[in-house]
């Protein structure tokens, strides 16, 4: 069971389909019972639900004793809310009309910390994203000003060990974070729309990091990426999503069936560091490696 979590109902009933949840990823140091501005950020949406899971505490990044960056725990948190909705709607004939499915496949966004979490979350288990349709749903993965792994947010070499540590232990502890190296782990998403906003004048993630993400998409001739760089914006800004090209992103939700399967293409790289921690790719699951960590 989740920790706790703030859900949204939609505007409108699920008229006899059950559409996707939106899950959305908060930011290091947001509570989002607290602060009212992450869950007022994001518009309130005509058919599905809006899911803002607390990542255990307002601090979900990698610090052991607050959180783990959406990873792991937090991880499993976030996904664990979508199956307490879903138990909750069932069990509740008042909320039949606004039911979920179960393990349902989602829509993805965050900021910041969130927004790595959204790249996290996504290339892990990328099954459980909507999307992988050629002229499917238009947006299924948001990830704003989020840093694209905690190694190249505070990379060791700024540390004051990184002076003058031994490059063998240097070796081991690079090869613990693996993991968490989401850019190593884009392939799995080549087929999910994704659209990457930053803002251009971020004074705390810089640009860099969603603009390389980007760049190894399209290197990996992911069709159905973009990137909005939004001039003139710092790190956060209100309208970070809530603007006409997140909303004509999230709109084209309504216009294909929810039920409508995911094809599978006649080739697909699949990337698993960590199997525990893995889902599945067009059903395809790695159950263990021969070599841990590679």
Same mark, same amino acid.
């Given at each position: 069971?989740?920790?706790?979590?703030?859900?949204?109902?939609?505007?409108?009933?699920?008229?006899?389909?059950?559409?996707?949840?939106?899950?959305?990823?908060?930011?290091?140091?947001?509570?989002?019972?607290?602060?009212?501005?992450?869950?007022?950020?994001?518009?309130?949406?005509?058919?599905?639900?809006?899911?803002?899971?607390?990542?255990?505490?307002?601090?979900?990044?990698?610090?052991?004793? &607050?959180?783990?960056? !959406? @990873?792991?725990?937090? =991880?499993?948190?976030? $996904?664990? /809310?979508?199956?307490?909705?879903?138990?909750?709607?069932?069990?509740?004939?008042?909320?039949?009309?606004?039911?979920?499915?179960?393990?349902?496949?989602?829509?993805?966004?965050?900021?910041?910390?969130?927004?790595?979490?959204?790249?996290?979350?996504?290339?892990?288990?990328?099954?459980?994203?909507?999307?992988?349709?050629?002229?499917?749903?238009?947006?299924?993965?948001?990830?704003?000003?989020?840093?694209?792994?905690?190694?190249?947010?505070?990379?060791?070499?700024?540390?004051?060990?990184?002076?003058?540590?031994?490059?063998?232990?240097?070796?081991?502890?690079?090869?613990?974070?693996?993991?968490?190296?989401?850019?190593?782990?884009?392939?799995?998403?080549?087929?999910?729309?994704?659209?990457?906003?930053?803002?251009?004048?971020?004074? &705390?993630?810089?640009? !860099? @990091?969603?603009?390389? =993400?980007?760049?190894? $998409?399209? /290197?990996?001739?992911?069709?159905?990426?973009?990137?909005?760089?939004?001039?003139?914006?710092?790190?956060?800004?209100?309208?970070?999503?809530?603007?006409?090209?997140?909303?004509?992103?999230?709109?084209?939700?309504?216009?294909?069936?929810?039920?409508?399967?995911?094809?599978?293409?006649?080739?697909?790289?699949?990337?698993?560091?960590?199997?525990?921690?893995?889902?599945?790719?067009?059903?395809?699951?790695?159950?263990?490696?021969?070599?841990?960590?590679?």
């Amino acid at each position: 069971m989740p920790t706790a979590y703030l859900a949204v109902p939609p505007i409108l009933g699920s008229a006899g389909k059950l559409y996707p949840p939106i899950l959305a990823l908060h930011g290091a140091g947001v509570d989002i019972f607290g602060q009212q501005f992450w869950t007022q950020s994001i518009p309130r949406n005509k058919h599905s639900w809006l899911v803002f899971p607390s990542g255990r505490t307002s601090w979900a990044r990698i610090i052991v004793s &607050n959180g783990l960056g !959406w @990873h792991g725990p937090s =991880a499993r948190d976030a $996904l664990e /809310a979508l199956d307490s909705l879903f138990f909750i709607l069932k069990n509740n004939s008042h909320w039949k009309q606004w039911e979920i499915q179960s393990k349902p496949r989602f829509v993805l966004l965050g900021h910041s910390n969130g927004g790595q979490g959204a790249w996290y979350l996504a290339s892990r288990y990328p099954d459980r994203i909507l999307g992988g349709m050629k002229y499917a749903f238009t947006a299924e993965m948001i990830p704003a000003a989020g840093y694209i792994k905690s190694q190249a947010y505070v990379p060791l070499t700024m540390s004051r060990s990184g002076h003058f540590i031994d490059p063998a232990l240097r070796g081991l502890l690079e090869t613990s974070l693996t993991p968490d190296d989401n850019d190593l782990h884009l392939s799995n998403l080549v087929d999910i729309p994704v659209l990457a906003i930053h803002g251009a004048e971020d004074r &705390n993630v810089p640009t !860099w @990091h969603s603009r390389e =993400a980007i760049s190894i $998409l399209r /290197a990996q001739e992911a069709e159905y990426v973009t990137f909005q760089e939004d001039a003139g914006k710092d790190h956060w800004y209100s309208t970070v999503f809530d603007n006409v090209v997140v909303r004509d992103f999230l709109g084209c939700l309504m216009n294909e069936s929810p039920s409508q399967a995911k094809k599978i293409p006649e080739e697909f790289t699949l990337t698993v560091s960590d199997p525990h921690a893995s889902g599945s790719l067009y059903g395809w699951k790695i159950e263990s490696l021969l070599l841990p960590g590679r």
